[in-house]
């Protein structure tokens, strides 16, 4: 017996040339979700079912008691983080970690979040605006997004020795990324979450390395995203994409900058964009801004006596068609 | 699409300080190695003595190893350049081989039992043994398990290259070539006297 | 390694392909990193890498050999000192941003080029290179976004918006 390939090499040779003429089947960039989600291996789900999927993604970081840690990685950057969170008198607490050198703790509760941090000497505590981290990813109202993600289902994988369910948020438009997840099937606690452009490549990642997951005893309730209104608001924003609501508005300062400017933050529910309004130094030119793998779009401008920036991770026809649509309020 | 990174998290891990990622990397490549300095070199123990150098440099030079090569291409050239010294400095000859000779795993041709730690009875015997089985379990695969580890561990095809040979999503792709290394391995086992659960 | 064919046959263990996926290369960054540290601790899933590693050099006609070798190399590695290669950063001058608030600020020259009023073929160069920090917004973004860290590396480049430019 020869101690080479079993498939003999004639038999080899007659598949690939039987089969190099074949139409490529992973059709990459077709506007149609349905042979997307086809061409993947995945079934797309009627809005029933989808909106059920959805509501369980999303009540499971309220259901389970979890430890563990992912990996985040972007382009070449990785970050490497402990988690773990607690249900506790109907509430949900969880901590992060960094594992990678940065002495660093985010702490969150309901009402906000808080992070740590140790920089050689002294212990720094500063407020930050959300609560929300992997793998609680979904709004509360997750059933939502199916207005504008198509939900499909996929097969069964394994991550972090568990067994999950892939699943894709297949944007219906070009104003949002899409998501790749995988479910955890016990708990429908996502285990795995890329976020991917319009040709499925893969934008930034989170997976769990390793994680221990544990029904808690009572459900936590989530709490009420205020709706956050801005009294003197400088400018208009007369023009969102389909499906984006303003969902938060603040004067703050920005990270080692002394002056104050006004946040504004719109989201679909998974995706979110920022902009920011403060006054304008000099005259200036729109400038457009695109980070690495173009997951991050950035645009900014002057609107009368303000500078406006927009960004966040959507592409860039979100970002342009907020930044087009403002106008100073006229008194 | 020949020259991919296969190895870049592995070799990545090693520049970390993670000495076992590298023992992943031999358990990968020895094999491999040593039937490619055994066509150079005729001593077993020769043989031995330049692989075990090659590995050694290789991890030495790890930190200047810029990735634009495949990690198993740069260690053969240095399998290579460490044969032809160590040649020299014994004074023996080598025979005549293409400088830019790069390892052929496929040549079909039958190799002689190339290198044995001892080359006895036995060891031959296990060796025959070990190929008669991967071969047996393989034949004994469902088809689509075949091909897909046929492709990958012979044809060299990525998992996407071979998706489009075989008309299938790159997830089944993977899932085949796991199953059908699962069943291969399960036939191994009994043959090498080791159980899952042991670390080799 | 010696023949035993008194050690009985182990069920199979845990339906796990990322680790197939990870001997052919063909996991994630995130995934890959994520499983190559459960196997720098999971002896199992050590002595299955080892035996995909016989399968194939099976597959390709490499003769099988046991363990002298390695034994051999490995107390010799285990000499070796621990590499210590630098940290690749993966943006030269720009840190990844974690949680962002008091992350240090990189500058970012912009570069800004305007068309010259009128003449909408010729391009006046106005370079006016103003030293601005992206990465302040960057942050208080991810203050409320999901994303952890982003790179905050930018290309910049000057954009026709279809709107008029006439102030208010």
């Known amino acids: ?331 | 699409m020949s020259e991919r990174d296969i190895d870049r998290q592995l070799v990545e891990r090693v520049r970390q300080g993670d000495k076992r990622a590298f023992d992943l990397l031999v358990e990968k490549y020895w094999r491999r190695l040593i039937r490619l300095l055994s066509r150079m070199v005729r001593d077993p123990d020769d043989v031995q003595d330049i692989a075990q150098e090659t590995f050694i440099k290789a991890y030495r030079a790890l930190p200047q190893f810029r990735g634009d090569a495949a990690f198993y291409t740069w260690l053969y050239r240095i399998g290579v350049n460490t044969a032809k010294n160590y040649l020299v400095a014994k004074g023996k000859a080598m025979p005549t081989l293409s400088q830019q000779a790069l390892p052929d795993e496929d040549d079909g041709v039958e190799e002689r039992l190339a290198v044995q730690d001892v080359s006895t009875p036995e060891s031959e015997l296990l060796s025959k043994q070990v190929a008669l089985a991967v071969n047996e379990a393989v034949e004994n695969l469902p088809e689509e398990l075949r091909t897909a580890i046929t492709l990958r561990e012979i044809e060299g095809l990525s998992y996407e290259e071979i998706a489009n040979l075989m008309a299938c999503p790159i997830g089944t792709v993977r899932s085949r070539i796991f199953r059908a290394r699962e069943a291969i391995a399960a036939k191994l086992r009994p043959i090498l006297g080791t159980s899952e659960d042991k670390r080799w | 390694m010696q023949p035993n064919p008194s050690v009985p046959l182990q069920a199979t263990g845990q339906d796990d392909d990322g680790l197939s996926a990870l001997f052919d290369g063909e996991l994630s960054d995130a995934q890959g990193a994520a499983l190559i540290r459960r196997l720098s601790e999971d002896d199992r899933l050590g002595g299955r890498w080892s035996e995909y590693s016989v399968i194939g050099d099976a597959l390709r006609g490499t003769a099988y050999s046991s363990g002298r070798f390695r034994a051999r190399l490995r107390s010799a590695l285990a000499q070796e000192p621990t590499l210590l290669a630098p940290v690749r950063r993966p943006v030269r001058s720009h840190p990844a941003l974690w949680l962002s608030a008091a992350a240090t600020v990189a500058a970012v020259t912009w570069m800004v080029l305007g068309a010259a009023p009128g003449d909408p073929t010729a391009v006046e160069f106005a370079a006016r290179p103003a030293d601005v920090n992206v990465s302040p917004y960057l942050a208080a973004h991810q203050d409320y976004a999901q994303a952890l860290t982003a790179n905050a590396e930018m290309r910049f480049m000057p954009v026709k918006l279809a709107i008029a430019e006439t102030p208010r």
């Open chain 1, 1 to 331: 017996m020869t101690a080479g390939g079993s498939l003999s090499r004639t038999g080899l040779g007659c598949l690939l040339a039987a089969l190099v003429f074949t139409a490529p089947v992973l059709a990459a960039q077709d506007d149609s979700a349905q042979l997307a989600a086809g061409a993947k291996g995945f079934q797309a789900l009627p809005q029933e079912q989808a909106a059920d999927w959805l509501k369980r993604m999303a009540e499971a970081p309220f259901r389970v008691n979890y430890e563990g840690v992912f990996v985040y990685s972007h382009g070449e950057s990785m970050q490497t983080v402990r988690v773990s969170s607690r249900v506790a008198g109907g509430t949900k607490e969880s901590r992060l970690v960094s594992m990678d050198g940065t002495q660093r703790e985010i702490r969150c509760t309901q009402s906000g979040s808080v992070i740590l941090s140790t920089d050689g000497g002294g212990r720094q505590v500063e407020r930050r605006f959300s609560k929300r981290h992997f793998p609680d990813i979904f709004p509360e109202q997750a059933a939502q997004l199916t207005a504008w993600y198509t939900v499909a289902l996929g097969g069964i994988s394994r991550v972090a020795g568990r067994e999950c369910r892939e699943l894709a948020l297949i944007p219906k438009d070009a104003f949002r990324w899409g998501h790749n997840l995988c479910i955890d099937q016990k708990t429908h606690l996502p285990l795995k979450a890329v976020m991917v452009n319009e040709s499925g490549r893969p934008l930034m990642e989170h997976t769990f390395a390793e994680v221990q997951i544990h029904k808690a005893r009572v459900r936590a309730v989530p709490s009420q995203e205020l709706p956050h209104a801005l009294d003197s608001a400088a400018l208009q924003v007369r023009n969102l994409p389909p499906g984006f609501t303003k969902i938060g508005a603040m004067k703050r300062k920005l990270p080692n900058r002394s002056d104050e400017v006004e946040h504004w933050v719109f989201s679909d529910g998974l995706t979110h964009i920022s902009l920011f309004i403060e006054p304008a130094a000099a005259p200036s030119e729109p400038v457009k801004g695109e980070g690495p793998r173009g997951m991050v779009n950035l645009l900014t401008r002057q609107v009368g006596a303000y500078q406006v920036t927009v960004l966040g991770e959507a592409p860039w026809p979100a970002i342009e068609s907020i930044g087009l649509g403002l106008a100073e309020r006229r008194p």
